[in-house]
């Protein structure tokens, strides 16, 4: 259904209902109706059918509140939708100009104001108010008499990176292979000395509106495949699909503090436009590489610190590394348990705002494997210091107590 039909409609008379009516008053009436022209009480009246189609179709746009303010908008505008007699004009009895809303949505009528210029030549209104409506109802209204741009597609990349490179951030070459328009024939998709005619079937927009019920979807134009335009005579290089695979090289920026997985999104540079329309994105998968001393855990990097049993015993002042920068010295607490975490500020991964994450430092006690006589000596002196304590008494008592 055109603009111009879509406006004449009046789909409060329709449903028998005022213009101020409530929602719950439209749907009170629209059922109300409904029940008397359905299909299945009318069968075989084509007349009823007709009836209960107008009644959806009313009821779509007036129980949508965003639908009807644009309906009533666009009749206030219109007058209604009407064809009368307004205004003051030289070229009609009375004064006044006949206003047909064909003269605005076609494009193609002769104009009847002073002047007797053409509507839709290069004085008048071009390709007609339906142009802008149509977009505005969803309803196909448009003239169509030009081709769409169309945004270049995306691109799906990888790339791996060192460790300390996905902390402080590195800048990689990247070679892709993607479509853009063909040199040959400057993604017309035609043989040199021709030109690609515009598709009959989607008057070039590349696509085609579906009604079903009440409603008008749009699809890609099945014979153009959304193109717009068709090719008589192909180019030999693409085929007439004015696309051509290209391979190019760039440097992209990996931030810092990029974790292994992680999905980068590279607006604008993925495949070219056609017909003016914007390049695509590229997306950037990030696989990060082991390192033999650090890992991470989000913004916080980890490492696995071996202190002696002494140190662990009494306490000690000890040096750890960090990434790509100076050790820290950790103050051990005496008898720190194995397996426990120290933390050291401000030395992890860099954050996107430019912060740094901590270095979270693990302890693990080492027990020594070979030793002298003097060092086994002692720890059998100390064996025997100890011999009365036992380490799991607590936790026998703590079985019988369950």
């Known amino acids: 259904m055109s603009t111009k039909d879509y406006l004449e409609k009046d789909y409060y008379k329709v449903l028998g209902v005022p213009k101020d009516a409530t929602t719950a008053e439209i749907k009170k009436a629209f059922r109300k109706l409904a029940r008397e022209f359905h299909p299945d009480a009318n069968k075989g009246n084509a007349k009823a059918e007709e009836r209960f189609k107008e009644i959806s179709e009313a009821n779509d746009v007036l129980s949508d509140p965003k639908r009807r303010k644009e309906y009533d908008e666009a009749r206030a505008l219109f007058g209604g939708g009407m064809r009368g007699r307004t205004g003051a004009g ?3 009895p009375g004064g006044g100009f006949s206003f047909d809303l064909g003269d605005l949505f076609g494009g193609g009528n002769t104009g009847t104001g002073g002047g ?17 409506f149509g977009g505005l109802f969803g309803r196909g209204g448009g003239t169509g008499n030009r081709t769409q741009a169309r945004r ?3 691109i799906e990349t990888e790339v791996t990176l060192k460790f300390t490179e996905s902390v402080d951030g590195a800048t990689v ?3 892709m292979t993607s479509q853009e328009a063909c040199k040959t024939c400057a993604g017309t998709g035609a043989k040199a000395g021709t030109t690609p005619r515009v598709c009959p079937n989607c008057v070039g927009t590349g696509q085609t509106s579906r009604s079903q019920g009440g409603f ?3 699809e890609p134009c ?9 090719v008589d005579d192909p180019c030999e290089v693409c085929k007439g699909s004015g696309r051509a695979t290209s391979a190019r090289s760039m440097q992209v920026r990996i931030p810092p503090g990029v974790s292994d997985g992680q999905r980068i999104r590279l607006k604008g540079r993925g495949a070219p436009g056609e017909r003016g329309g914007p390049a695509g994105d590229l997306y950037v998968t990030v696989h990060v590489g082991k390192h033999p001393v650090f890992g991470r855990k989000g913004d916080n990097l980890t490492v696995t610190v071996p202190v002696s049993f002494t140190e662990a015993v009494f306490g000690a002042q000890i040096k750890v590394p960090t990434l790509g920068g100076p050790p820290v010295t950790l103050k051990l607490p005496p008898g720190i348990a194995n397996g ?9 991964a860099t954050r996107k705002d430019g ?6 430092v693990t302890v693990e006690v080492q027990v020594p494997a070979n030793l002298t006589k003097k060092a086994r000596e002692a720890l059998e002196d100390y064996r025997s210091a100890v011999a009365d304590e036992d380490p799991r008494a607590q936790l026998f008592e703590a079985v019988k107590g369950v």
Not at 124 to 132: E, I, K, P, Q, W
Not at 340 to 348: C, S, V
Not at 355 to 360: I, K, N, P
């Open 355 to 360: 912060s740094r994450g901590d270095l979270l």
């Open 340 to 348: 426990r975490t120290l933390r050291a500020r401000g030395k992890g």
């Open 173 to 175: 070459p990247l070679r």
């Open 152 to 154: 270049g597609a995306d």
């Open 216 to 218: 008008a979807f749009s």
């Open 222 to 230: 099945r014979e153009c495949k959304g193109r717009g335009l068709l």
């Open 90 to 92: 030289a070229g009609s």
């Open 116 to 132: 007797g210029g053409t509507q839709g030549s290069g004085g008048g209104f071009g390709g007609g108010l339906g142009d802008v």
